[in-house]
């Protein structure tokens, strides 16, 4: 199952969605959840039909996961995971492990998708997600994830790997909002939670995916 993160990256919210990537992470890993934030990600299509999502860390390491080429119907589904190093170029990296492995043949093109076009990599996260967290930890800050909400409320997009999605807003407890957005969040049907602190943020974000039902 996969929980795409969102919130704006000013440096505040940005701590706290990496803060609950990694308890995600500690808490879930055995069960197959994972925790997506976009600015580590990268989306490849592979001339075979093959979709590789990246996730690059600080560390020169990289997680693939590889999906299998796109039928006409039917989910989309997740063929393995795997985290491998790299000191050069990441394509040529991703053209090798592909190919050793035989995932795919030697002649083989990979290109990068843009993050917003109907097969960019923001439309295909919407699509493998089952949980969505929204996290609005201040007022002062641009809103994106408001923009990143409305689509995804309306994406034709919103199927998920398998079941229902569930889309939370995480606020903090004196962040106001919008009129607007209120109307909106009523009409999705998308449920907002508030928290007070960090360790509160943590507590709830382990409930909903613990008792999230996909």
């Known amino acids: 199952m996969f929980i795409l993160l969102l919130g704006s990256y000013d440096d505040e919210t940005k701590k706290a969605l990496y803060t609950m990537q990694e308890s995600i992470a500690n808490s879930f890993s055995d069960k197959g959840y994972y925790s997506l934030l976009m600015e580590e990600l990268g989306l490849y299509t592979v001339s075979d039909g093959h979709i590789l999502l990246l996730e690059n860390r600080g560390d020169r390491s990289t997680t693939i996961y590889l999906f299998r080429p796109i039928e006409d119907v039917g989910p989309i589904e997740l063929q393995t995971i ?34 917003i076009s109907p097969d960019g990599l923001f439309p295909f996260l919407v699509s493998i997600s089952s949980v969505f967290l929204i996290v609005r930890l201040k007022e002062e800050t641009r809103g994106g994830e408001f923009i990143e909400l409305c689509y995804i ?19 903090k407890q004196d962040v ?7 109307l909106i969040l009523i009409e999705r049907e998308i449920r907002v939670l508030e928290f007070s602190d960090t360790s509160d943020l943590l507590d709830k974000t382990t409930n909903i995916v613990r008792n999230f039902r996909v």
């Open 153 to 171: 409320s309306r994406s034709p997009n919103l199927i998920s790997l398998k079941g229902s999605p569930g889309i939370f807003m995480l606020k």
């Open 176 to 182: 106001t909002l919008t009129s607007m957005l209120e």
């Open 82 to 115: 795997d985290t491998i190093s790299h000191t050069e170029d990441i394509e040529d990296t991703v053209y090798r492990y592909l190919t050793e492995r035989e995932f795919c043949n030697l002649d083989i093109a990979i290109e990068r998708m843009p993050i």
